[in-house]
């Protein structure tokens, strides 16, 4: 079975300073990563994908996402948060022979002026 | 391209009644998903058709949700009857079959609220 853990609810970071946000994963085989965004009353929204190759993959607006199989985990960074980028973002993860995505919780940034 | 489309985009309705939720995947997309979300279950996968055949329909919750696509453009979910628990925010995904494609692409939902 596969399956995505974000360990924080809520990430309050000010504008400017660096942001993480947290995922680790576990699934058989080669896993295939993602990130997603949602704003209020909107759809999820594709940030980045991890599939094979370079570890550290760049994505949209400015966030990248770290890839470390030792460690089963894929946090998404921002090296300087915006106020715009306040909203929910969601881990997913699903096997190379699979086509279900596994989708983490969520995790609340909060960037603050 | 418009991206995927759902309408409505906002749904009220007694329970009892027939409810039924549209999806227009993006053009040549083969992958089409059915998402369920709810704060207290997060994201649900309902369904998932690929090339228009329901591969998996296990995470439909009971015999009053359907699902059908009758053609490459268009899908339809219907619950009959709603009950008041089947309030949520039900997405549409699509994806290519093309390799080194894999992400999915969301519509922007639709919110059922049953009464």
């Known amino acids: 079975a596969q399956s995505v853990a974000q360990p924080e609810d809520q990430v309050n970071v000010a504008e400017g300073n660096p942001l993480t946000v947290k995922c680790t994963y576990s699934?058989?085989?080669?896993?295939?990563l993602f990130w997603y965004v949602q704003y209020p009353n909107r759809g999820l929204q594709f940030l980045l994908k991890?599939?094979?190759?370079?570890?550290l993959v760049k994505g949209s607006y400015g966030f990248e996402a770290e890839f470390n199989k030792s460690q089963t985990s894929f946090h998404l960074k921002k090296p300087s948060a915006l106020v715009s980028d306040s909203a929910l973002y969601f881990c997913?993860?699903?096997?190379?022979?699979?086509?279900?995505?596994?989708f983490g919780a969520g995790t609340t940034v909060t960037v603050r002026a | 391209d418009a991206g995927v489309i759902q309408s409505p985009r906002h749904e009220v309705t007694e329970m009892g009644q027939e409810v039924t939720l549209r999806c227009k995947p993006i053009?040549?997309?083969?992958?089409l998903f059915w998402y369920r979300q709810t704060m207290m279950r997060g994201l649900e996968l309902l369904i998932y058709?690929?090339?228009?055949?329901?591969?998996?329909d296990s995470g439909m919750p009971e015999d009053r949700f359907s699902a059908k696509m009758p053609n490459a453009s268009f899908s339809t979910l219907k619950i009959q009857p709603s009950e008041p628990r089947d309030s949520a925010v039900y997405f549409c995904?699509?994806?290519?079959?093309?390799?080194?494609?894999?992400?999915?692409?969301f519509g922007p939902g639709t919110r059922l609220t049953v009464t």
């Open positions: 995904a699509s994806r290519t079959g093309t390799s080194g494609n894999y992400e999915q692409y």
């Open positions: 991890y599939i094979t190759g370079d570890n």
């Open positions: 997913a993860v699903r096997g190379a022979n699979d086509y279900k995505l596994s």
């Open positions: 053009s040549g997309h083969n992958s």
């Open positions: 058709f690929n090339n228009n055949v329901p591969i998996d």
């Open positions: 699934v058989s085989g080669n896993p295939y």
